[in-house]
């Protein structure tokens, strides 16, 4: 019985957590001593598959997952974060562009 008991041991660890036989108490509880034949009669071995809801949509005007937003108003709103972005990086190029030309105008007629 104790080799029985080692042996049940190590096996259990590898047994699917969706698997039934994983909770060998409710599997004791669940079984039936049969008399007449003087066997056990244990439970049917089943997986348990676990459905998971369908994933909700990434809302970038939320930054969050919704159920209210559509795939176009989400795709439109990165659309105008992209703009914008785009914008500011122009701007932030041209004043840049200002003033190093105006600088080279600057050093230039210092040097004649």
């Known amino acids: 019985m104790q080799w029985l008991q080692a042996v049940v041991d190590r ?3 590898v047994i699917r957590r969706d698997c039934n036989y994983v909770n060998l108490e409710r ?3 669940q079984s039936t001593w ?3 034949n003087q ?3 244990l439970p049917k071995l089943t997986i348990e598959k676990t459905q998971l809801p369908p994933a909700r949509p990434y809302c970038q005007q939320h930054a969050i997952h919704c159920n ?4 176009t108003s989400c795709l439109y709103s990165l659309v105008v974060v992209v703009v ?3 914008v500011v990086v122009i701007i932030i ?5 200002t003033f190093l030309s105006r600088h080279k105008v ?3 007629e210092a040097a004649h």
């Open 27 to 29: 599997i004791r509880a």
């Open 11 to 13: 096996l259990l660890p």
């Open 34 to 36: 049969d008399e007449n």
């Open 106 to 108: 600057v050093t230039s």
């Open 39 to 41: 066997m056990w009669h």
């Open 84 to 86: 914008v972005v785009v």
């Open 68 to 71: 209210n937003c559509s795939e």
């Open 93 to 97: 190029i041209i004043i840049i562009y």
